[in-house]
T-cell receptor, first 114, second 115 residues
Framework: GQQVMQIPQYQHVQEGEDFTTYCNSSTTLSNIQWYKQRPGGHPVFLIQLVKSGEVKKQKRLTFQFGEAKKNSSLHITATQTTDVGTYFCAGHPPKGPFNNDMRFGAGTRLTVKP | DVKVTQSSRYLVKRTGEKVFLECVQDMDHENMFWYRQDPGLGLRLIYFSYDVKMKEKGDIPEGYSVSREKKERFSLILESASTNQTSMYLC??????????????FGDGTRLSIL
């Protein structure tokens, strides 16, 4: 079945440093979604990428979808303490078997030292 | 705003008990999902449902069952709780799988401890 691998598992940065998390799928995806879970909270949807090679920005966050639609990345420029949390990617397979739905990566837990 | 409500924030049960986790959404969403979250393993899909009376197995359905008798409610059942089912359980809903690019909306989670 579809698998979504995400690295690194943990990342600790000094405030102001950049941060990147990577997501790789064993199969081609129709789209990929990114979620953020604050400590003690639940995952909250950030963005979705659909097109091959797509790049989207949200302030200091840059999301990319690979040309082959099998990998994606989230890059945060100049991290702030408010960026602390776990970032998940979730890959949606192409339309196919009725019961094949989105799968989440294991997440990257980001901590930021002030 | 979508509201997904899980019946309990914390729950403690004993080995062998039958445990019910309830989830209700208020936005007439067709799809609902149950995940468990464990450190280092992320969100693992247990069961999901595309509509009332429908259910599909996720990646780790063993030891669990689900019920979707009404559109707004999706219940997760641990038939005979075991200690390895101690975990954080998250419920999510989505408008429809036929509308592309729909996000999932999560509840606050139930932290379940099996003693």
């Amino acid at each position: 079945g579809q698998q979504v691998m995400q690295i690194p598992q943990y990342q600790h940065v000094q405030e102001g440093e950049d941060f990147t998390t990577y997501c790789n799928s064993s199969t081609t995806l129709s789209n990929i979604q990114w979620y953020k879970q604050r400590p003690g909270g639940h995952p909250v949807f950030l963005i979705q990428l659909v097109k091959s090679g797509e790049v989207k920005k949200q302030k200091r966050l840059t999301f990319q979808f690979g040309e082959a639609k099998k990998n994606s990345s989230l890059h945060i420029t100049a991290t702030q303490t408010t960026d602390v949390g776990t970032y998940f990617c979730a890959g949606h397979p192409p339309k196919g078997p009725f019961n094949n739905d989105m799968r989440f990566g294991a997440g990257t837990r980001l901590t930021v030292k002030p | 705003d979508v509201k997904v409500t899980q019946s309990s924030r914390y729950l403690v049960k004993r080995t062998g008990e039958k445990v019910f986790l309830e989830c209700v959404q208020d936005m007439d969403h067709e799809n609902m999902f149950w995940y468990r979250q464990d450190p280092g393993l992320g969100l693992r899909l247990i069961y999901f449902s595309y509509d009332v009376k429908m259910k599909e197995k996720g990646d780790i359905p063993e030891g669990y069952s689900v019920s979707r008798e009404k559109k707004e409610r999706f219940s997760l059942i641990l038939e005979s709780a075991s200690t390895n089912q101690t975990s954080m359980y998250l419920c999510a809903s989505r408008l429809s799988r036929f509308l592309s690019n729909q996000p999932q909306h999560f509840g606050d989670g139930t932290r379940l401890s099996i003693l």
